[in-house]
Each structure stands twice: as C-alpha cells, then as structure tokens.
C-alpha cells in the first residue's frame, strides 16, 4: 500500500511538473481569465476571514468618507461590472497596500498615515484594483500552486493561515506592476482625480527605508513620472475637503 501511495504521489508531482512547464510555456494570463470571477470570489470570502487579524471598524463620516473616495474610482470603466472590490482599513504600523483573491483589497494604516492626501491614497487604490481587473491575483495563485510549496499546501495538513500569510507577502512581477500603474493612471484620468498624487506618494516613499519591501518589485520613480505624463489629467475635482481628509485619516483611531 505503502508503495503505492508513493507512486500515486510520484505522479501526481510529476503530472504538476509538466503541467507546471506547460504553463510558463504559455503563459497564465489566459488561464487566470478563463477561472469564472464567481469562482474566485467565492475562494477569495473563504479565506477572507484569516485576512487580516485586526480591521479597523468605523461606522461614521470617516466610512462614509472611504466609500466615497472608492465609488470615484470602481466601477467607472469598461469591464468594472465583470469583478467586483471590497476595501478595508486594517490596524497595522507596516506602510502596504493588497490585493487577495475575490477583490479584497487592504489599506494599513501605516500606508494611511503616510498618504499627504486623498488623491495619493486614491493613486493607490487604482492601483490595486487594476491588480484585481486583471487578474494578477489569481495568475500569481496559480503559478504558486505549482511549486512545491503550492504543492505541500494543497495535499498536505496546510492551514488556511498558511494561505493568508502567502497572501500578505504576495509579491507581482515588475510587469504586473507596471500594468497596474498604467491603468490605475488611466483610472485615475477617467474619474478627473489629479494623478500628480500618485507619483508624489511613491517619490516620497522611495525616500523611506521602512518602505523598502513595499516598493521592492514596483518600477522607478523616473518610471512613474514618465507615465504620469502621458495620462495627463483634464476637467480635475477634489475627493473630498481638508477637514473631510482629516477626519479619514483618522479613521482607526474613532470607534
């Protein structure tokens, strides 16, 4: 029985291999959009609540507020009805911003503490649901269930904490990124939100050492400034006031 367990396994691996190389061969891309978004939602609210520990809850202007600067960017271009986004603050010192399966997307307050104003925040954000519309998520899931550790996590005794924290150091290729900027400016340009934001955010950042692992597959700032510039902005509106932006920036520290 023992020997053909073994065998089982062997080829199970053997069988991923292949299938692993035939991917990279073709690219995921095409997989990744061909998974139904009602198939990855519903994995991604599975594993939603392992992710993360401690939300921030504030049922006052400050919600309101982030709902708002949310609703000035999704849904507003074509193809929005096709995914959908849920955004949550979360209590944590580390400057990040993250996409998980299903549209769930995270905002640290670190990240939070650090944006100078809505329109940097609302760079980020575009950001990461252009990681959700094109289905970044689910391309990096797939490459990893092919290794070995996507592997372990599968058919062994894997927790779906294993899962969360594969999720919380989900790293995209530097050509992931780079689409994800791009149409977020795109998004940005769409939604008359000024895209100087964007690019004055990551400058800034590029200055701090405690984040160094939040940009460490993201493109230059020279990069950025070269893109901003080609998604120039026109008829540009304020998210919100100063006094409303404050009242966000509180919002982990209001019951």
Request: charged share 25%.
């Amino acid at each position: 029985m023992q020997d053909r367990a073994s065998k089982t396994k062997g080829l199970i691996w053997l069988a991923a291999a292949v299938l692993l190389g035939g991917l990279c061969a073709s690219g995921l891309s095409p997989l990744a959009h061909a998974i139904p978004w009602r198939m990855e939602k519903e994995l991604g609210d599975a594993l939603a609540p392992t992710l993360p520990s401690i939300s921030c809850h504030n049922q006052g202007q400050a919600d309101l507020l982030l709902q708002r600067l949310v609703m000035r960017l999704y849904p507003i271009r074509p193809g929005d009805d096709a995914f959908s986004i849920e955004v949550k603050l979360v209590e944590s010192p580390e400057i990040n911003a993250y996409a998980t399966l299903g549209g769930h997307i995270y905002i640290n307050s670190g990240l939070l503490a650090k944006a100078g104003s809505p329109e940097e925040l609302a760079g980020i954000l575009a950001h990461e649901i252009e990681h959700v519309h094109h289905r970044h998520i689910m391309e990096a899931t797939l490459m990893h269930l092919f290794t070995i550790g996507g592997l372990q996590m599968v058919f062994g005794d894997s927790s779906s904490a294993e899962w969360a924290k594969y999720f919380l150091n989900l790293d995209f290729t530097r050509s992931q990124e780079k689409q994800a900027d791009q149409e977020g400016l795109r998004r940005l340009q769409k939604a008359h939100i000024d895209n100087q934001g964007f690019r004055h955010f990551f400058e800034r950042m590029e200055k701090t050492e405690s984040a160094a692992a939040f940009l460490s597959d993201h493109p230059s700032s020279e990069s950025r400034h070269e893109m901003t510039e080609k998604f120039s902005n026109q008829d540009i509106k304020p998210i919100m006031t100063e006094g409303e932006w404050l009242v966000l920036k509180d919002y982990c520290h209001r019951e």
